[in-house]
Each structure stands twice: as C-alpha cells, then as structure tokens.
C-alpha cells in the first residue's frame, strides 16, 4: 500500500483547516500522480523509469480529454475549468 504523509490527520492540523472550513474536504487527498509498479498497475523499471514523461504525459492527455478517472468526474455543463460552458 502506498504511503502518504500523516501531517493532515494531527489534531493541530485539522484544527486549523476547520478555520477554513470542513477538514474533511481540505485535508484530503485528491490526487496523487501515478507511478507503475508503484500505486498504479505496471512495473516501475520497465514502464516508468526509462522513460517517465511518457507516463505523465499519459496522464495530462487523459485530463484533458475529461476521462482521467481519479478526478471527480465533471458535471453537465462544465469544462475542465470548473467554469459553466457559457461562463467568460
């Protein structure tokens, strides 16, 4: 199982983001970016290492096109921005 920093689970911390608003939502993780053989199917020396753009890259497309599945998916009538369709 990967590993991710235990900074946002101290009590000081989510005291603080609850200044902000909910932690639950602001000391979350989104996202983290995709390593084969590492938290994303593959193996990290023959698909990742020689070549690491390809991966990333590979991400950024998916992004773009709107079908990189670990983002919340868009709703009806917003574009990748966040921003209704008709918003300038």
Not at 6 to 15: I, N, Y
Not at 26 to 53: F, H, K, Q, S
């Amino acid at each position: 199982m990967p590993r991710r920093l235990r900074r946002p689970d101290q009590p000081e911390v989510r005291a603080l983001a609850s200044r902000c608003g909910n932690p639950d939502q602001l000391v979350t993780e989104d996202w983290r970016p995709e390593i084969p053989g590492l938290n994303a199917p593959g193996d990290y020396m023959a698909d990742y290492a020689p070549n690491p753009w390809k991966t990333v890259k590979g991400v950024i497309d998916r992004v773009l096109a709107g079908n990189y599945d670990h983002f919340y998916p868009l709703t009806s009538g917003q574009n990748a921005a966040g921003t209704k369709a008709t918003e300038h």
